[in-house]
């Protein structure tokens, strides 16, 4: 897609994100996504369009299905008509396949998109004992599908679990589809996070700028000018990381990109709430839903934190760093 | 050079990669560990000359000044390949990305085509007379004073923190034309000859054992009106023009020089001596730093005027080299506080001079103040 294309999509996604009524808690841009034909931009443009679609999701606070079906895609899989959600990720905190298979048996735990209920059958990904990981459709019926409350209720977010037989059509995939797609999943959770961030800022912004004590908007006083610099750096900081990683996708980049977006939306959040304060703590301010937001995009396919010690790890046992973007 | 930018580049790289690999002999610095401060300089100097002979170092600058065009990427990849090997001291090296783009905008034609082929060819040294005893942060209450004469500007008053003044020909020195009350719209930059009857530089001391940056007096110092940078009170100008550039070429250096140490760093940690959860966190940091500071040449190769928000590039900077040197300072702890090795003496010099990361070119706080003003419009501070 040129510039002006992926601008109309930008546009038209947030007009359906802040239509009222269309997206509420539990809403879901599905529809739009249908409408506009997502999934063909998602082939023939992955950057441009995961960058706008989970950029005004993050910006905005609305969900869609569409993590699964950037998953399906990663892994070279075809999903069926309006079936954004086939795909079932790995659940918090984990960036490992959702199915264990021993055996004949497949063990199932993992998330998904509410987009899964009505699909007659969900891909799940398995890793068996030694290693090798195959994709197996698996009746939605034959599932335990219960919505997730949690942090965040509004995300739309499925528990997905089960213990089934493997069945037939198992595709064996390749070795490192599951890692090429997780990593392009975490550049798409990565973007929603950069835009959550952004939606994070803007609002502490805002607040500094109309809340008058000691006669003068906060936003004189030098304490909290310099929470917001440090937040603009924060989430300057991930979008370049992002950036850089869509320039070359290793495992190692996309990883990086994903870390460095949910410990700068971690430290996003920290700035805006001091900043609104009282405000911000309550429901009547829209801050709380970034803030849950948050949290639940730093635990989808793997906490930050886990994902830099696992970095340290491993630059530990090869002793080598990453190789560089080169200019 | 010709083609597109990118084809440019990768050529250029190719190219040079092999001749750094052919003259490594000539390049290597003749002395262990960080070397004196006479010695780096030479080292400099010597670096310089052969580059711009075979050619590198006139890449990528316009040929009016010596230089044979071509986009700015490739004086990016000089500066990153040149410190990469350790071949050049990375802050020494910038000195040239900060000084000569102000003489090619600002300078008279003739001067600037005089002036800047001995900058880039290593043959001179050039400061920059910025800061004074009592306006650091704040530059627009500069007094270092310029009078017309009829032989020329008179200039009288003191600079501090001047880098290399003690080995320049040439000084960019920002000065007081108009009243003082008349703040950033009163000051005119000149181009000041180093050898000027009535200069006067005194070395300081560091933290760090490098005397690097200078006082500078200047008494009754007679500079020529054609050595006039830019307008006659347009210095402001001039100096918001120079000060992005402090915060992109010289950071991208930096990135590699920094890239270089972290992998020295694990080259040389004892097991255990590194945190995972750490060593993760700084490698994040620097790379993510070295994005930024990709995006900040590409935008500049591109044509695109730098501004305020290479304040962001700056303060990813100073995080990202205290960390790296924080962590050193740990996992090499009996190098940094008893090591009387060459190598051991150089980690701990660039720890130490780690610490004015946040402060050289415009402090912390200060980059703060530009982006909560400039980048996050926030109003007035008062």
Same mark, same amino acid.
């Given at each position: 897609m040129d510039a002006d294309e992926l601008d109309l999509f930008g546009r038209s996604l947030r007009d359906a994100a802040t239509r009222p009524g269309d997206v509420g808690p539990g809403g879901t841009l599905d529809g739009a996504l249908e409408d506009l034909g997502w999934d063909d931009a998602l082939e023939d443009d992955p950057r441009g369009a995961i960058s706008v679609l989970f950029g005004v999701q993050g910006e905005t606070g609305a969900t869609s299905s569409a993590l699964g079906r950037v998953l399906s895609s990663g892994l070279g899989l075809a999903d069926p008509? $309006? $079936?954004?959600?086939a795909t079932v990720l790995p659940p918090a905190g984990s960036a490992t396949p959702p199915g264990v298979l021993d055996g004949d048996a497949l063990r199932i735990d993992g998330l998904a998109f509410t987009g899964l209920t009505g699909l007659p059958s969900a891909r799940i990904v398995a890793m068996a004992a030694d290693g090798t990981t195959s994709a197996h459709a698996v009746a939605t019926d034959s599932l335990a599908v219960e919505p997730v409350d949690g942090v965040d209720p509004g995300y739309g977010l499925l528990r997905v679990t089960g213990d089934v037989g493997a069945g037939h059509g198992a595709d064996r995939l390749p070795s490192g589809a599951w890692d090429a797609a997780v990593g392009l999943a975490c550049l798409a959770v990565a973007r929603e996070l950069v835009g959550c961030s952004r939606a994070m800022l803007d609002l502490a912004c805002e607040h500094a700028k109309g809340r008058v004590q000691f006669a003068r908007p906060i936003a004189s006083f030098q304490a909290v000018r310099h929470r917001l610099a440090e937040t603009l750096v924060a989430v300057d900081m991930a979008e370049a990381m992002l950036d850089a990683a869509w320039l070359d996708p290793t495992p190692a980049a996309t990883s990086m990109a994903k870390a460095v977006a949910g410990r700068q939306a971690r430290t996003a959040a920290r700035h805006g709430q001091q900043v609104l304060a009282g405000i911000g703590f309550t429901v009547e301010h829209p801050f709380h839903r970034y803030v849950r937001r948050t949290l639940v995009l730093d635990a989808l396919l793997g906490t930050s934190a886990s994902r830099t010690t696992a970095l340290g790890a491993r630059l530990l046992e090869g002793r080598q760093l990453p190789p560089l973007l080169p200019l | 050079m010709s083609g597109t930018p990118a084809g440019d580049l990768a050529r250029f790289r190719r190219d040079l990669d092999a001749w750094l690999d052919a003259e490594s002999d000539a390049l290597r @610095? @003749?002395? +262990? /560990?960080? /070397?004196t401060l006479d010695q780096q300089m030479e080292q400099l100097a010597r670096v310089k000359r052969l580059a711009y002979d075979a050619g590198w170092m006139r890449a990528g600058w316009p040929e009016r000044v010596g230089g044979v065009g071509g986009t700015t990427l490739t004086r990016a990849y000089l500066g990153e390949a040149l410190t990469a090997r350790d071949l050049v001291e990375p802050g020494l090296y910038s000195m040239t990305e900060v000084l000569a783009p102000t003489m090619i905008d600002y300078a008279d034609p003739e001067l600037a085509a005089a002036m800047v082929p001995a900058l880039l060819r290593g043959d001179e040294t050039w400061c920059q007379g910025f800061s004074e005893p009592d306006t650091g942060s704040n530059l627009a209450a500069l007094a270092c004073r310029a009078e017309r004469t009829d032989d020329g500007w008179r200039v009288n008053g003191q600079k501090v923190w001047t880098s290399l003044a003690q080995y320049a020909d040439r000084c960019v020195l920002l000065t007081r034309t /108009? %009243?003082? +009350? %008349?703040?950033?719209? /009163?000051i005119t930059a000149l181009f000041v000859d180093?050898?000027? @009857?009535g200069i006067t530089v005194r070395p300081i001391g560091t933290m760090h054992g490098s005397p690097e940056f200078s006082e500078l007096f200047l008494d009754d110092v007679l500079v020529p009106f054609p050595r006039t940078l830019g307008d006659e009170g347009g210095g402001w100008a001039v100096a918001m023009d120079l000060l992005p550039f402090e915060r992109s070429t010289s950071l991208w250096h930096r990135a590699a020089f920094l890239h270089r140490r972290l992998q020295e760093l694990l080259d040389a940690a004892p097991p255990g001596a590194l945190d995972p959860a750490r060593l993760g966190e700084v490698t994040q940091l620097l790379y993510a730093f070295r994005a930024r500071s990709r995006a900040t040449q590409h935008r500049m190769a591109a044509g695109e005027r730098l501004g305020p928000e290479t304040s962001v590039d700056k303060v990813l900077l100073a995080t990202a080299e205290q960390a790296v040197f924080d962590l050193v300072a740990d996992a090499l702890a009996p190098q940094v506080t008893v090591g009387d090795d060459p190598v051991s003496g150089r980690w701990r010099s660039e720890y130490l001079y780690s610490r004015a990361a946040s402060i050289y070119g415009g402090s912390a706080e200060i980059q703060r103040n530009i982006i909560a003003r400039r980048l996050l419009h926030l109003g007035d501070d008062r």
């Open positions: 008509p $309006g $079936g954004w959600a | @610095p @003749p002395f +262990e /560990g960080a /070397g /108009g %009243s003082v +009350e %008349s703040a950033h719209r /009163g180093m050898d000027s @009857p």
